[in-house]
């Protein structure tokens, strides 16, 4: 790569546009789709803290590693451990297992933003007035179990992912900026609704009562893997989001900003929800669905529901879309400066790549028995979320650590009010936070 098209690297608008795409990639599905159902799953409060301890010791330090490593190498995660191990195939292994994870993620995150399309098309005309919590849950199995239009929204998804890379990202910095806001006012309205519809004890007493013994070996590894998948880290998302970076950007107060309004979103969509799993006692076998199941009932004890039910899944749509963004980039910017095809390229073979693979997924809930069989969307999911994303986070964290030049990583904390970061993240960043993964791995592998 030469010294012409490193300075040719597109960059952010402004620091707020970055924060605000990093925002952007993080605040998805994971947040409103996942986070609440395993947070159910994991008996409420007591997980939800092993969750924030996960954030605070793995998530955050790391968060600005990857930042660090980007801004400092200005590559994508494979150009970035190649150029600055120089050319050592281990490192160069992980940048390579971080494209994978991004790739796999994408194919079945693609198929489950698709699903928010057809929910704020049907709430739209009007289609789920007649719709009731017993029949919201046929009504979900059915349509994952339809493939022509499981293809036909995964294909949407996908094309509007990569005509959004293929354009540049200034139109979705703009969207984001107002659609993110908008969509945290709405998860408080609803939230708001469904405790006057069915009561909030239930639902405070689950998230505030901190029995620990409740949380299973399962539940930790769970909290830890979802911290990376929630914050979009251990797979060069941030890496590559930061090498489009200018100098005076204060990554501490970016990672701050993103860490906080993640966490924020997933806390309130809990809120949003249980009130009216506890309130209807709601069998919720196929928790995964929640956001579908649980919510789209409830609108219509609302005037004009329709309407507010539409906005809501258009807004998560668009939050899945700045997070699918944020998924084709390092697989894009990857094939562009590592074998030099030009981006507009790169965009149509990695998205056509990941479009195959989320058919497979697409088909896999029920559509097609042999693919249904295979599970690939639970696979893949189980596979990033609970390996490849922590082992990447660790290794991005000791690379950060030990690996790369101590004065380089000191001059990315260039805000003089927060030098004295710096010994405290770099001890996280070496010790603390790759323990804590090493942990959690050896726990996975059975050795405790
Ligand atoms: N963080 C996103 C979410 O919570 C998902 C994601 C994972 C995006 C990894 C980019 C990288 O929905």
Redesign the pocket.
Known sequence: MSDTSVQARSQWSSSFGFIIACVG???????IWKFPYIAYENGGGAFVIIYLLAIAVVGFPIIVAEMVLGRHAKLNSFGTFKKLSQNNIFWKAVGLMCIFS?TA?LSF?SVVAGWTLDYFWNSLVGNFSDMTFATSGPRFGEFVGNGTKQIIYHTIFMFMTAFIILRGTKGIEKAVKILMPMLGVLVLFISGVSFYNYGASDTFNFMFSFDFSTITQHGVLEAVGHAF????LG?G?MIVYGSYLPKDVSLVRAGIWITILDTLIAVMACFMMYPIIFGTKMEVNESAAILFTTLSAQFNSLPGGNIIAALFYLLVAFAALS?TI??LEPLVSFIDETYNIPRKKGTIIGALLIWVIGIFCALGNGASEFFTNIALMDKLDYLTSNWTLPVGGMLISLFAGFFVSREAVKAEFTEIELANFYPIWNFFIRYISPLFVFIVILYKLGVF
């Open positions: 990639s993080a605040v998805g599905l994971g947040n991004a993620i995150y998948f929630t914050l979009s797979l998302c997070s944020s998924l």
